[in-house]
């Protein structure tokens, strides 16, 4: 799983400052991002930060195929526990050109977010790009992370960012650099 949490700003793109998230009505989750929550246990937490997290069907299809996997089991409890609202997204034929590049999970976690005007929370690479050049505000998992932090929600975020990237979450050393100096770690 690659991934580009970068949290910078991008100044394209005003009001996108992805290191400081406002507590919004909705935020639209991708599935990496829900694995990651729920290997280092901030799911919840998650929500207390960013609000409603809406989950597309296909995403939590997704994360729910195996529960043996890392994560799945607090993520099925999260849903049970009424943390995500999950939707059925249909994507149309203008935006059917992102299933071609992204996986299903993905286009429609930026379907959702584009007919809901919220931001969307996604770590792939390319997908953050697809959603960035759609116009949406995008935050990763690292860019949680720092929030948390800085809400004083976790004491640290070096320690999470060690239980990704134990799990094979691939994590560039550029963006582990770059929060633990957001963080002052």
């Known amino acids: 799983m690659s991934s580009d949490n970068s949290n910078q700003s991008n100044p394209k793109q005003p009001n996108q400052d992805r290191s400081n998230p406002k507590q919004t009505n909705t935020i639209i989750a991708d599935t990496g991002p829900l694995i990651a929550l729920a290997l280092t246990q901030t799911l919840s937490l998650t929500c207390e930060i960013l609000g409603n997290v809406i989950v597309p069907n296909t995403v939590y299809l997704e994360a729910m195929a195996d529960l043996s996997r890392p994560g799945a089991k607090r993520i099925l409890k999260s849903f049970e526990m009424k943390h995500f609202k999950v939707e059925q997204v249909s994507i149309d034929e203008k ?70 990237t134990n799990a094979g979450y691939r994590l560039s050393d550029n963006l582990i650099k770059q929060v633990k100096l957001m963080v002052g770690e």
Do not use: H, W, Y
């Open 95 to 164: 935006d059917q050109l992102m299933v071609n590049v992204l996986d299903q999970g993905e286009a429609e976690a930026i379907v959702l977010a584009k007919r809901n005007k919220s931001p969307v929370l996604m770590d792939e690479r390319l997908g953050r790009k697809v959603a960035k050049q759609a116009g949406l505000s995008v935050i990763g998992t690292c860019g949680v992370f720092i929030a948390l932090k800085k809400k004083g929600k976790i004491k640290a975020v070096a320690p999470l960012i060690d239980v990704l």
